[in-house]
């Protein structure tokens, strides 16, 4: 273990563990608000996310025609690409999540109050996209063409504040902005958080529950979809595993923050994405993808309600 | 009738965020006797039994069984000492027959555990044949012997109250508190049940007993106790409860000279 | 159909007195111990000699399809890290033959005993936890074991741990490559005795328990059922089994390494556990035996085994949650008699 790695690149280890962080905060939305509407976990959520990252790659290549081999380009062309890069991962992202409600939990729903089907189906949804891809890719990863240059901006106490992992942060501000007001402002918004609060009162209160929690796994999407692009441009690159690899980082975000709690889901995204960067730089990169179970194990031993939680296993009887 | 309490209740609260669904109650029911807990919707009758049941801790007071203070027991302790319940909303194992549910109930008092039953030990053997004589015949006294071995959700509704009755039996307590077991009864159905509670509590069981049917209350209670949003306003004999202007109020919403 | 089947089989049993009930089980098991002698038959395999996939993966994965059964499908308890105690039979069996002179029979106790170690340790810490979060953590678990095992180099890191040896000839019985009928055989005997043992703890007070533990954990507790120690039994419970079936894995395949134990065996035995039917042992059988022989028997499958049994646990929770052949759906029968005497 060397510790004086963490004071030597301590601001660099930061600024890459917000932007991780900042990812994390996006994926962890497509848990977290499901959670808050249905009380169960959306298994398949980080399936969302590898499929968006694989949109993102493939707007590039296939609509744009750019390949690995390809420089980076500059100007409108550059905003524009990125632009539909975006869009191309977001929308992918939320059509899977709405229509993994539709397959996993709807029927299942109305029938039967057995959290463990859901779960189980679920699961089986997540394992489903993952070899579909896997067989579809010959387990190959996929590389990214960069076209966005990895020019430093500036550099503050050794670190390389660098565009793209900026632009991260800069645009998952403006979505969580975006999305905070939606969710307190908007009518459908306060649908979702009725619904969060009070399940069954909310049905009787005439609250359209397909609707809501449709709207719901569309904007869970939505984010997953965001942190996907984000992912790749940072990243640029991705395989069929990567949602389980990410996907249990970002629930470990979303229960850190306390599930059910979008605001909770940030703090829980920035801190994990923080330690995980610290921990790697100490203890190895191997073992960066066990920081993330263990701190989700101890989270769930000692603090089960997270930073900002709701309980999580009120009796009723 | 002795006057010996078997459960006491001292200066119980229990606050959920702002609701103080029950409000610094003092309760003691003694050995023998049945007791009523009665009140309006929504007054703290349940949360009565679930505090006492160890599924809430009180916010504040204590609850004593036989004289010990039941304070950082669990739930299961709390049933093996002598506490066992029913419940308002039936929550049967649905997918066990009639028996088994009452012999998961007569289990608590059973020594053997996993090992003893993966070697089939002589005493996991006479223990399980000793609890399905014990519940066989719980069942009989219930009179819902004829359907041991049917699936508790297949069961006829009365049965299922009857059954909740059967099980709680099982766990062999010292009090039995039976939350609103005649709801949805018809009236000749009311009157066999009260008549099994009275034989209940002649078998040597103390009872606990919320129910909203007054005519039932009155007919077989030794004492009745009257929660209002969460405060208990009386406590006496049924006859001198009946007439109290306090719960005359609570019950019809107005004071008892206005009506 | 197989409702029925299911159905008349109970029936012929519960109609059956002491012996004839002797003669159909002693029958049935002749039976299967006799299977590796269909080698050459229909039911041969492409790839794998038929005698070989009896014991892997048909004979194994029904050994912790058994295992996981006692987790999830009678407790009701959702483990994703069962591979974790699988993990833990194997590289017991590959630690202690690298730095031991113990054979395979003296390794199984001792590996049995780890796995339960390590499945008391989770449980312990992860069964205050209900349902879906329990599911993530044994998850993590799974990997935290596998990871571990990966990168650390006493365990021989990515490349494993190779020349485990075989069993010792036992009984005249030879066990190497040229006798895989020996591993089925001995495999066969660990499945029997864990039917045996599941039969006889789900009628009595543990299988009581873990049954209302699954139905209405809060209603469990409050009829006083220790429902924390009765869902860390499940778990040893489950783990042991595992962990038995680990060393004999090792012992037969003479090489282990992290890949093997990935999260996708977990989610393997758990879609035998759906497919069969939760809770109930013949479903849960035939479950196994059928997704495990069926990818061995049809190559082109074989790629697309996970991505076929993905679909299994989706189709099988929305149109037959309760897998091919559910637990009793019906009134026991023969029952009655016993207790009323
Ligand atoms: N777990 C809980 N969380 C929040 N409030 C609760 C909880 N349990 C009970 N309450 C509240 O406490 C009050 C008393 O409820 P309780 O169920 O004890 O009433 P009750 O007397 O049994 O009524 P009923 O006759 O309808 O059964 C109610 O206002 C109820 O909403
Ligand atoms: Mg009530």
């Known amino acids: 273990m060397d510790f004086s790695v963490l004071t030597d690149q301590f601001a660099s280890l930061t600024f890459d563990g917000i932007a991780l962080g900042f990812i994390y905060v996006l994926i962890a939305l497509g848990y977290t608000m499901v959670y808050g509407v249905l009380r169960l976990i959306n298994f398949a959520n980080s399936e969302v996310f590898m499929l968006g990252s694989f949109a993102t790659i493939l707007v590039s290549t296939k609509i744009f025609n750019y390949t690995i081999e390809s420089d980076p380009i500059t100007g409108f062309k550059l905003v524009y690409t990125l632009l539909a890069m975006l869009l191309g991962s977001m929308i992918v992202s939320g059509l899977v999540s709405v229509l993994i409600e539709i397959v996993a939990y709807r029927r299942l729903r109305s029938r039967t109050s057995n959290r463990l089907t859901s779960l189980i189906s679920a699961i089986g949804v997540s394992i489903v996209l993952t070899e579909g891809v896997r067989i579809a890719t010959s387990s190959a990863p996929m590389g990214s063409p960069r076209l966005l240059d990895k020019i430093t901006l500036v550099t503050i106490w050794g670190a390389d504040i660098r565009l793209d992992t900026l632009l991260v942060i800069v645009f998952a501000i403006i979505l969580l902005i975006t999305l905070d007001l939606f969710v307190n402002k908007s009518r459908l918004g306060k649908g979702i958080r009725a619904v969060s609060m009070d399940y069954d009162t909310s049905r009787l209160m005439g609250i359209n529950l397909n609707k809501v929690i449709s709207t719901t796994f569309l904007i869970g999407g939505l984010g997953t979809g965001a942190a996907a692009f984000f992912y790749i441009t940072v990243y640029e690159m991705t395989r069929f595993s990567i949602g389980f690899e990410l996907g249990l980082a970002a629930f470990t975000a979303a229960v850190l923050g306390g599930i059910g709690n979008i605001r909770g889901a940030f703090a829980g995204g920035i801190a994990l994405g923080l330690i995980e960067m610290y921990a790697s730089a100490v203890l190895g990169t191997q073992w960066r993808s066990i920081t993330a179970f263990v701190i989700l194990i101890l989270v769930l031993l000692f603090k089960p309600n997270g930073i900002f939680g709701e309980s999580l296993q009120q009796a009723r009887v | ?35 009523a807990l009665i009140g309006p919707n929504g ?136 939350d609103e077991p005649a709801a949805g009864f018809n009236p000749s159905e009311k009157k066999a049940l009260a008549e099994l509670i009275v034989k209940i509590r002649d078998r040597g069981y103390t009872v606990l007993l919320i129910e909203h049917d007054m005519s039932l209350i009155m007919g077989i209670s030794d004492r009745v106790a009257v929660l209002d949003f969460g405060e208990k306003i009386a406590d006496d004999l049924p006859s001198v409860v009946q007439n109290n202007p306090k719960v005359i109020e609570a019950y019809l919403g107005v004071p008892a000279d206005a009506s | 159909m197989s409702i029925n089947l299911r159905d008349s089989g109970a029936t012929l049993w519960a109609n059956a007195n002491k012996w004839q009930r002797y003669l159909i089980a002693g029958a049935v098991i002749l039976a299967v111990f006799a299977l590796p002698l269909l080698e050459g038959t229909f039911l041969n395999t492409p790839s794998t000699p038929f005698e070989m996939v009896l014991f892997y993966p048909i004979g194994v994965y029904v050994l912790m399809a058994l295992g996981l059964n006692v987790v999830v499908g009678k407790s009701g308890l959702l483990d994703l890290g069962y591979v974790a105690f699988y993990a833990v039979g194997a590289y017991t069996a590959g630690i202690l033959s690298m730095h031991t002179k113990l054979n395979t029979w ?46 650390t180099s006493a365990v021989g890191g990515a490349n494993g741990i190779t020349n485990i040896p075989n069993p010792p000839t036992t009984f005249g019985l030879k066990f190497d490559l040229d006798h895989p009928r020996s591993f089925y055989w001995i495999v066969l005997i660990l499945i029997i005795l864990t039917i045996l043992v599941i039969r006889g703890l789900s009628v ?22 220790n429902t924390y120690k009765y869902k860390l039994w499940a778990f040893i419970f489950g783990a042991s089994v595992g962990g038995a079936a680990g060393v004999l894995f090792a012992s037969k395949a003479m090489f282990i390494a992290p890949n093997i134990f990935s999260y996708n065996v977990s989610i393997l035995i758990l879609a035998f556990v759906v497919f069969g039917g939760m809770g109930n042992i013949w479903g849960v059988v035939v479950g196994a035996v059928l997704l495990s022989y069926i990818p061995e028997k049809i190559r082109f499958i074989s790629d697309a085994r996970m991505l076929i049994f993905g679909l299994v646990l989706i189709i099988m929770m929305n149109l037959r949650p309760d897998g091919l052949l559910p637990r009793k759906k019906r009134e026991k029968i023969g029952v009655a008699g016993e207790k009323s005497k």
Request: proline share 3%; hydrophobic share 40%; glycine share 10%.
């Open chain 2, 43 to 178: 007054a703290g009758k349940t949360t009565v039994f679930n505090v006492v049941t160890g599924v809430y801790v009180p916010t504040q007071g204590e609850i004593l069984f036989n004289g010990k203070s039941l304070k950082g027991k669990n739930r299961h302790n709390i049933t093996k000492m002598g506490i066992a319940r029913t419940f308002q909303n039936v929550r049967l194992f649905g997918e066990m027959t009639s028996l088994e549910n009452v012999l998961t109930a007569t289990d608590v008092h059973s020594k053997s555990g996993l090992i003893g039953s993966m070697f089939t030990t002589p005493r996991s053997r006479r223990e399980e044949r000793a609890g399905r004589e014990k519940a066989y015949e719980i069942l009989e006294f219930i009179g819902i012997d004829h359907r041991a071995d049917q699936l508790a959700k297949n069961l006829p509704y009365g049965d299922q109250r009857r059954l909740e009755i059967a099980r709680a039996m099982g766990t062999s307590p010292e009090i039995i508190l039976l």
């Open chain 2, 1 to 35: 009738m002795s006057n010996q309490p078997v459960l006491e209740l001292k200066n119980l609260t229990m606050q959920f965020g702002g609701v103080k669904a029950l409000n610094q109650v003092n309760l003691q029911v003694n050995r023998g006797e049945i007791c």
């Open chain 3, 106 to 151: 003296e390794i199984l106790p001792i590996g049995i005993a780890l796995a339960m170690l390590s499945g008391l340790v989770l449980g312990a810490a992860v069964l205050r936890l209900r349902g879906d979060y329990l599911a993530i953590v044994t998850l993590g678990f799974g990997e935290i074991i596998r990871i571990t095992a990966l990168n």
């Open chain 3, 204 to 225: 009595r007070r543990p299988g009581r328990a873990w049954e209302s533990i699954r139905q209405d954990e809060d209603v469990a507790e409050l009829m006083g059922v």
